[in-house]
């Protein structure tokens, strides 16, 4: 019987260490069909994707993924906690999902499910521990690494909780346990680079070094660690100017919204609380970048990866309320593209949610909240290429059907 395997992921750029973790996972789980819910233009910690959705999906599908799904950006731009939520709704709805295949630092999956479980079943000692430590100025994360080695004294908490695979992975663990998931976990351990090595180690970098790479135009080094696919289109796509830095691209944009806003208009953008809102806006006043706005803003409480992803926030209108609303959204399953041998998999999907044409999707169900979002989203994203002017993508990219 055929199995298959989810992926949640932001392929930014699709790299070495993406194919042979697809490729372990399919010998390991003996699976045939690689389903990927990937985010979009903008990324889980504030930033943006190098190339948009739609090229990131092409180059998937000719690096063995059969279906690449649209993380809706909300979800995408959030919370390690909410992009991973997001992602496994996204593959419950789809149904008939064996394993969720994440990658790993930690050699073991089940210290991993232990914090998951603290971290599901919060008691009011846990809540406590937690925010003594908030009131104590540490940011959110590290109060609940210190409240988690309060718990498991014999798991090496401190270290597991470093690494931002091993985070996110203990998110996935969660976010199954919470839906009653009948989808299996399935870890594998990262291959030889970390989350921001800037070093080449045997034909495998990061992500954050391929994109340093090609910004700086090295493509005899980035060409030794992606696939042939991702190296032709990063360089037509280089050439084109049809691609976009990093988030501080749009700092002319963001510092004018944050300068006409009020600061009850900020302090009602989502994940803005205790008066961040004034540090904002007095940041704006003096910062010429959102780079000098995140330095200016982040404190030991107030990681610069929260604030980059608030001042995204404030470039897309996401607000407290928009964020809340999101829990309880209709889910729908975005497909940017398809291998043509697995094309039966769309008519099992429910035809309310499904969307493989944005025009036609709107005309039956009208609009959708979260679909505005990754319609502006897309818009926005655009305004910032180098050379290439192109709109309205969402409407005009074809559905990719690989042959």
């Given at each position: 019987m055929e199995k298959r395997i989810g992926i949640i992921a932001e392929y930014n750029p699709f790299h070495n260490g993406h194919l042979y973790q697809i490729q372990k996972a399919k010998e390991l789980t003996g699976a045939d069909t690689v389903i990927a819910v990937m985010s979009g233009?903008?990324?889980?910690?504030?930033?943006?994707?190098?190339?948009?959705?739609?090229?990131?999906?092409?180059i998937a599908l000719q690096n063995e993924v059969d279906m690449v799904i649209e993380l809706p950006t909300i979800y995408s731009i959030s919370?390690?906690?909410?992009?991973?939520l997001g992602g496994v709704k996204i593959l419950n709805e789809i149904g008939n999902i064996?394993?969720?295949?994440?990658?790993?630092?930690?050699?073991?999956?089940?210290?991993?499910?232990?914090?998951?479980?603290?971290?599901?079943?919060?008691?009011n000692e846990f809540k406590r521990n937690i925010k003594e430590e908030l009131d104590k100025g540490n940011s959110y994360p590290k109060a609940r690494e210190i409240a988690l080695k309060k718990v498991l004294s014999s798991e090496n908490v401190e270290?597991?909780?470093?690494?931002?695979?091993?985070?996110?992975?203990?998110?996935?663990?969660?976010?199954?346990?919470?839906?009653?998931?009948?989808?299996?976990?399935?870890?594998?351990?990262?291959?030889?680079?970390?989350?921001?090595?800037?070093?080449?180690?045997?034909?495998?970098?990061s992500g954050t070094y391929i994109r340093k790479l090609f910004i700086e135009n090295n493509f005899n080094e980035i060409k030794k660690v992606v696939p042939k696919y991702t190296y032709e289109r990063l360089l037509e796509l280089k050439n084109h100017g049809t691609y976009v830095t990093s988030i501080n691209d749009f700092s002319d944009i963001v510092i004018y919204k944050i300068?006409?806003?009020?600061?009850?208009?900020?302090?009602?953008?989502?994940?803005?609380?205790?008066?961040?809102?004034?540090?904002?806006?007095?940041?704006?006043?003096?910062?010429?970048?959102?780079?000098?706005?995140?330095?200016k803003v982040s404190t030991k409480r107030y990681t610069k990866t929260r604030i980059s992803r608030i001042l995204t926030y404030i470039l897309l209108d996401i607000t407290k309320s928009e964020m809340e609303?999101?829990?309880n959204a209709n889910q729908y399953i975005r497909v940017l593209g398809i291998n043509k041998k697995y094309e039966g998999i769309l008519k099992k999907i429910n035809n309310d949610k499904l969307i493989t044409?944005?025009?036609?999707?709107?005309?039956?169900?009208?609009?959708?909240?979260?679909?505005?979002?990754?319609?502006?989203?897309?818009?926005?994203?655009?305004?910032?290429?180098?050379?290439s002017v192109q709109a309205n993508l969402d409407y005009t990219s074809k559905f990719i059907i690989k042959i």
């Open positions: 233009n903008f990324t889980q910690r504030g930033d943006t994707s190098l190339i948009n959705k739609f090229e990131k999906a092409k919370s390690a906690e909410n992009f991973a064996d394993y969720l295949v994440f990658g790993i630092e930690e050699e073991n999956l089940e210290k991993l499910q232990a914090i998951a479980d603290v971290l599901v079943n919060e008691d270290n597991i909780m470093q690494k931002p695979n091993n985070i996110l992975a203990i998110e996935y663990l969660k976010a199954l346990k919470i839906t009653n998931s009948k989808i299996k976990p399935f870890a594998i351990k990262r291959k030889n680079t970390m989350h921001n090595d800037e070093n080449i180690n045997e034909n495998y970098a300068r006409t806003m009020t600061k009850e208009e900020i302090s009602q953008i989502a994940d803005i609380n205790e008066g961040l809102e004034n540090s904002i806006k007095l940041a704006s006043t003096t910062c010429k970048t959102i780079d000098e706005i995140v330095e609303q999101s829990k044409s944005l025009k036609k999707f709107e005309e039956n169900n009208g609009e959708n909240q979260l679909l505005n979002i990754d319609k502006k989203a897309t818009e926005i994203y655009t305004i910032k290429y180098p050379k």
